[in-house]
C-alpha cells in the first residue's frame, strides 16, 4: 500500500490492479451494475484562478507538487489508450482550472493525436479563454463549459473571492465569435444567488449560450454544505416560472445528467443537472482521472487506482489498461447522498476534478 498526497488527507491506495472476480471478458469498462464508462473526465491541476466557496478554501487547496503532477505525455499515453483499447468516446480537461496549466495546448495536440476521433472538450471559469482559444482549438479542442452562476458583479465577487466577472464574459464572447457550439454555461444552485437565476437564463439566451444549473453537491472544501439548506430543483423551477413559460423535453440521452425544458416555446433551452434530488448514478458513464493519475470511478467513492505509479514503473499499456478495468468494475452503485450515514468524500471537487 502505498499513500498519495491529494492536497488533503492522504488515502491509502493499492498500486496494482484490484480484484476482477466476476467481471466478464470485456475491454470496455465495465462495472458490477451494467454500466459502461465512455466519458472520461482528466483533472489537469488542483489550482485555480477563482476561489468559488463551495468548491476551495480562500487560501485555495495545498499545491500539489510540481512532479506528481502527470506530464502532457503522460496524459496522452492514458487518453489514447482509454480511445483504444478501454472504449472511451470523449474526453474531458477539468481542474481546479485547466487554463493554468501553460502546456494545457500541448495536452489537448498531443491527446488528439493518440486518440483521433475523440471528442475533446474542457471545462473553465473562462478566465483567460479569450486569449488562449485560438492555440487550443487549433491543437484541437472542440467544445467548452464555462463556468458562471451569476451575472451580477457585487455577487460574483463575493461567491468566488475575486472581482473576475468581466474576464469570464469577455472568455465567453469570444469562444462563441470562434462559433464553438453548444457553448454551455454551468451555474451551481445557491440561495445567494437564487434571485439573479432569471436574469442569469435571460442573459444566456441573449448571448446564445445553453444554461444549465447544478445542484449543489457535499464536496466544497470547507465542508459547510448541509442537506437541509439545499436549493433543489423544483424550488428553482417555480422561480424560472415565475418569468418564462417552460416546456419539458424528452431526454433522449440517459447518461446525459441534464433534464431540459424549452423556454418560452424555443428555440433556447435551460438545463437542470439534480445531482442530489433526482440522481442519475443507475445510468452514469463517466471514469475520471485525477491531477495525480489515480483513477476515480465515482465523484464520491474515495477509493483510488494509481496508474501514475504504473506510468512511471514501466508498465504496459496492456497492464494499465487492467488496473483501469479493475476500477471500474469494483465501481459503487451510487452517490447515497440521500442515505441515513452518508459521509461525504475526502477529497473536495477542486481536488477531484469537475
Aim: proline residues 5%.
Amino acid at each position: 500500500m502505498t499513500a498519495i498526497s491529494l492536497g488533503l488527507p492522504a488515502l491509502p491506495r493499492p498500486v496494482g490492479a484490484p480484484s476482477m472476480a466476476g467481471r466478464p471478458e470485456s475491454a470496455d469498462l465495465i462495472d458490477r451494475f451494467g454500466r459502461v464508462a465512455r466519458d472520461l473526465r482528466v483533472s489537469i491541476t488542483e489550482k485555480c484562478t477563482l476561489r468559488c466557496t463551495y468548491c476551495m478554501p480562500a487560501e485555495g487547496l495545498p499545491l500539489i507538487p510540481r512532479d506528481d503532477l502527470l506530464s502532457s505525455q503522460e496524459i496522452a499515453r492514458l487518453v489514447g489508450l482509454a480511445w483504444r483499447d478501454l472504449g472511451v468516446r470523449e474526453v474531458r480537461f477539468t481542474g481546479g482550472e485547466p487554463l493554468v496549466r501553460r502546456d494545457l495546448d500541448e495536452i489537448i495536440r498531443l491527446s488528439a493525436e493518440a486518440a483521433p476521433g475523440i471528442g475533446i472538450a474542457m471545462t473553465t471559469n473562462g478566465i483567460g479563454l479569450d486569449k488562449r482559444l485560438p492555440g487550443l482549438l487549433a491543437a484541437g479542442l472542440e467544445r467548452v463549459n464555462v463556468s458562471l452562476d451569476t451575472i451580477n458583479r457585487e455577487h460574483f465577487a463575493r461567491l468566488t473571492r475575486r472581482d473576475r466577472l468581466e474576464s469570464v464574459v469577455a472568455g465567453i464572447r469570444a469562444a462563441h465569435a470562434a462559433g464553438i457550439a453548444p457553448l454551455k454555461i454551468n451555474a451551481v444552485l445557491l440561495r445567494e444567488t437564487l434571485e439573479g437565476a432569471t436574469d442569469l437564463l435571460a442573459w444566456a439566451i441573449e448571448n446564445d449560450c445553453q444554461l444549465r444549473f447544478i445542484e449543489q453537491m457535499p464536496l466544497d472544501a470547507d465542508a459547510l454544505w448541509r442537506r437541509e439548506n439545499l436549493l433543489d430543483a423544483e424550488e428553482l423551477l417555480a422561480v424560472l416560472g415565475e418569468r418564462f413559460t417552460l416546456t419539458p423535453l424528452e431526454r433522449d440521452d440517459l447518461s446525459s445528467p441534464a433534464e431540459e425544458w424549452l423556454v418560452d416555446g424555443g428555440p433556447h433551452t435551460v438545463g437542470i443537472i439534480a445531482s442530489v434530488t433526482r440522481p442519475f448514478c443507475e445510468a452514469c458513464d463517466r471514469t475520471r482521472l485525477t491531477a495525480e493519475g489515480t483513477v476515480r470511478s465515482c465523484l464520491f467513492g474515495d477509493d483510488e487506482i494509481d496508474l501514475r505509479a504504473l506510468l512511471r514503473g514501466g508498465a504496459s499499456d496492456a497492464e494499465i489498461g487492467d488496473a483501469w478495468r479493475g476500477a471500474m468494475w469494483n465501481k459503487q452503485a451510487g452517490h447515497g447522498i440521500n442515505a441515513d450515514g452518508f459521509a461525504p468524500p475526502v477529497r473536495s471537487m477542486g481536488a477531484i476534478g469537475g
